[in-house]
């Protein structure tokens, strides 16, 4: 057996733990673990239904050679580098089309004005969406594992060598899973601010919606690109194992960054209404 299939399965062994977390910290709710099931084959069906026949179609259209991708000519690269942000940050947001799922998020937008409230039903608002956004990256980051361990073995590349010499793979798989769910929750920060903008009938809502969808996948899509650029650097020769190393790191640093802003974000909109203990001539009593 390829060892690259173990490495996976250490992959996935992490990923249900990452899992359990996901469910503990929701307040023990099952539904939050939904999301993870539906977005598992999504990076196979990406890969091979959109992306393979994008990047061979651009092939044929100029004229470029299958190749290596150290073989490619650099403008090349720079035409295929928006492909698998661009697709993969959109297929990211098909759960939203399971109504179970879809309920994580909608409810949160009542939350964000204060309605949310305690115990299990506090994980509405934009807490709940970064539940949301990291179940489905690792749902999508899982599946991103397997289809690369599909492809090495497949291609009997690292034949013969224990689960250890792959130890490379399971770390930044490891990370990528968490930047996944990141991006992810830009892309749905951006959705939550136009369901609210829908809800509270501001004027100009239509464009203020769009707008908000829009600049949050565009988020999602930037900061997928960076961090793809350590990768690609390494594939061409460009960059050594370190200092893609270094690139993978301070991009998932910059990300934590971003998800604990959201993270806040959600925090604020989801404290409790306040509690009138006694209303009288006097100064109230509330907490």
């Known amino acids: 057996m390829h060892g690259i299939w173990w490495a996976a399965l250490v992959v996935s062994l992490f ?11 929701a307040g023990r709710r099952w539904i939050v673990l939904l999301p993870v099931l539906v977005a598992l084959p999504l990076s196979p069906l990406v890969n091979f239904f959109v992306k393979r026949p994008l990047y061979l179609g651009l092939q044929s259209l100029t004229g470029v050679p299958l ?3 150290s073989a490619l000519p650099w ?11 661009l697709t993969e940050e959109a297929v990211k947001l098909l759960p939203l089309a399971v109504p179970g799922i ?19 039903a506090a994980t509405a608002g934009r807490s709940g969406l970064v539940h949301l956004a990291l179940a489905i990256g690792l749902g999508f980051g899982l599946g991103e594992a397997w289809w690369i361990a599909w492809g090495v073995a497949r291609a009997g590349l690292h ?3 224990p689960v250890y010499y792959f130890g490379g793979f399971i ?8 930047c996944h769910g990141a991006m992810t929750a830009v892309a749905l920060r951006g959705i939550a601010r136009a369901l609210r903008y829908a809800e509270a009938g501001l004027h100009g809502r239509r464009v203020g919606a769009v707008a908000a969808v829009l600049g949050g996948y565009a988020g999602a899509v930037l900061l997928h690109a960076l961090l793809n650029v350590g990768a690609v650097l390494y594939q061409i020769g460009k960059l050594g194992p370190m200092g893609a190393n270094l690139t993978l790191v301070a991009s998932a640093l ?3 960054l971003v998800l604990e802003r959201i993270y806040r974000e959600g925090l604020r909109g ?5 509690q009138v203990l006694w209303q009288g001539p006097g100064p109230r009593t509330e907490f």
Do not use: C, K, Q, Y
């Open 159 to 161: 034949a013969g060598l």
């Open 67 to 69: 190749a290596s991708i």
């Open 254 to 256: 910059l990300l934590v």
């Open 171 to 178: 770390n930044e798989r490891l990370v990528v899973m968490f």
């Open 75 to 85: 403008w090349f690269l720079l035409l295929v580098h928006p492909i698998p942000p």
């Open 270 to 274: 989801e404290r409790p209404r306040e």
């Open 15 to 25: 990923g249900a733990v990452g899992a359990a977390v996901l469910w503990w910290s």
């Open 102 to 120: 879809r309920a994580l998020l909608v409810p949160g937008m009542r939350g964000g004005r204060g309605e949310a409230g305690g115990g299990r």
